[in-house]
């Protein structure tokens, strides 16, 4: 079956530096969506990407959907402490199934 | 307001007390699923719903039940609850199966 790994699974980084979530799938996808999960809260959705190679950005924000379609990345520029959170991935493959990434679980320290 | 609600929000049961989760949404919403998140693990698809009676299942459906009578809800059963489904349960909604899903608040179970 599809599988969506996320790499990495954990990051601490200092609030202003840069963070970047990956995520692969095994197979082609149709569309790739982000989500976000507050500590103790529901995922949320950020974006949907449906092209290949397509770019979107969300203020400090930046999300790409490879080539292939069977990768993407989420890019936070200059992190704050409210990005912390859980980011998921979440891939369609060709039918009505939604397999979701692993997650990146980001910590921003003050 | 929009929402997805899920009941009960936490539950402490015992192995094989047959338990039922309720999920309902106000948004006419014909997409709904059930998720379980385990650590390290992400979030995992127990059953989807296409519309009313249609169900399908998802990557982890051993052990669950779901149905769809109606368009509103779409309840989770487990019939004889074992620990291996001691989570954190999320019901979401869509408005179809491409777009953006809506969650629930989560009903963290736990099976002794």
């Known amino acids: 079956g599809q599988q969506v790994m996320q790499i990495p699974q954990y990051q601490h980084v200092q609030e202003g530096e840069d963070f970047t979530t990956y995520c692969n799938s095994s197979?082609?996808?149709?569309?790739i969506q982000w989500y976000k999960q507050r500590p103790g809260g529901h995922p949320v959705f950020l974006i949907q990407?449906?092209?290949?190679?397509e770019v979107k950005k969300q203020k400090r924000l930046t999300f790409q959907f490879g080539e292939a379609k069977k990768n993407s990345s989420l890019h936070i520029t200059a992190t704050q402490t409210t990005d912390v959170g859980t980011y998921f991935c979440a891939g369609r493959g060709g039918y009505q199934k939604v397999t979701f990434g692993t997650g990146t679980k980001l910590q921003v320290i003050p | 307001e929009a929402q997805v609600t899920q009941n009960p929000r936490y539950l402490i049961t015992v192995t094989g007390k047959k338990l039922t989760v309720t999920c309902s949404q106000n948004?006419?919403?014909?997409?709904m699923s059930w998720y379980r998140q385990d650590p390290g693990l992400g979030l995992r698809q127990i059953y989807y719903?296409?519309?009313?009676?249609?169900?399908d299942k998802g990557d982890v459906p051993e052990g669950y039940k779901v149905s769809r009578k109606e368009k509103r809800n779409f309840p989770l059963i487990l019939e004889s609850p074992s620990p291996n489904q001691t989570s954190l349960y999320f019901c979401a909604s869509s408005s179809g199966h491409i777009y953006e899903q809506y969650f629930g608040p989560g009903t963290r179970l736990t099976v002794t």
């Open positions: 990407l449906v092209k290949s190679g």
């Open positions: 197979t082609t996808l149709s569309n």
């Open positions: 719903s296409m519309n009313v009676e249609v169900t």
């Open positions: 948004m006419n919403h014909e997409y």
